[in-house]
């Protein structure tokens, strides 16, 4: 009964509502290229919901990088992952930066935080720093940089604040999923980067539920396909 509950639960609400929304259009529809179409979107849509294909899709990512026992660098940088306009960090934001905490606690190491914003009233830099400041880091430590909006501009802002600090190696603090696209871009500006990846995705931990479909899987399914997707457009 537990089960049947979830099932109901996970095919009335998205995605799982769009699996059978499109699997129905499929048996109502005639025409052989629109069946096919309805049935491959809801398969797409399935298998991108479910926990095994999301780790499929960030193994290659996650697996880039191992977390480094003995970090070294002359600072520590913090990628933001995004803020709400309300000033509270996302998910993503909020694991980096307390992963960036931790290893200023252990090595003392000044902080660099880069992240701007488009729209809302304070940059997601500002954000981050706040929070440091509460936790208890001296101000002297963080530096920030409030104009980059994508991980190419990080790059290029954090460049400059290095070379005001004389800083040359790096430890890059970012999602493990965002860290291969994150090296690529500072490597490409010219500083030492040494990965310290957090915010795994991958969990490896399955049984039935795994095979309904969730949207936070979705959510995490489309941000491995929009990194893979930013890679290519790098390379080029």
Not at 122 to 149: C, F, Q, W, Y
Not at 165 to 190: D, E, N, P
Not at 210 to 236: Q, T
């Amino acid at each position: 009964m537990f089960f049947l509950k979830k099932l109901i639960t996970h095919f009335i609400l998205p995605p799982g509502l769009l699996v059978i929304a499109f699997a129905f259009l499929g048996i109502l529809t005639k025409r052989k290229l629109a069946k096919l179409i309805a049935f491959s979107f809801a398969l797409f849509v399935y298998l991108l919901s479910i926990e095994p294909i999301k780790d499929v899709l960030y193994k290659p990512l996650e697996e880039a990088y191992p977390v480094p026992s003995k970090p070294e660098g002359d600072a520590i940088v913090i990628l933001g992952g995004g803020a709400y306009n309300t000033g509270i960090l996302k998910e993503d934001s909020t694991k980096r930066l307390l992963t960036g905490f931790v290893l200023h606690k252990q090595t003392d190491l000044p902080i660099i935080l880069s992240g701007g914003t488009s729209i809302g009233v304070l940059p997601e830099a500002e954000v981050m720093k706040e929070l440091l400041l509460t936790l208890g880091v001296d101000k002297s430590k963080i530096h920030t940089d409030v104009n980059s909006r994508d991980t190419a501009e990080n790059a290029q802002e954090v460049k400059k604040l290095c070379e005001r600090l004389r800083c040359k190696k790096i430890i890059l603090v970012t999602s493990a999923y965002h860290m291969k696209r994150a090296v690529l871009s500072f490597q490409k500006a010219g500083l030492d980067v040494v990965p310290y990846p957090t915010d795994f995705k991958r969990d490896m931990r399955y049984n039935l539920y795994s095979l309904l479909p969730k949207m936070s899987v979705f959510a995490d399914s489309y941000k491995a396909l929009r990194e893979y997707l930013g890679l290519v457009w790098y390379s080029l």
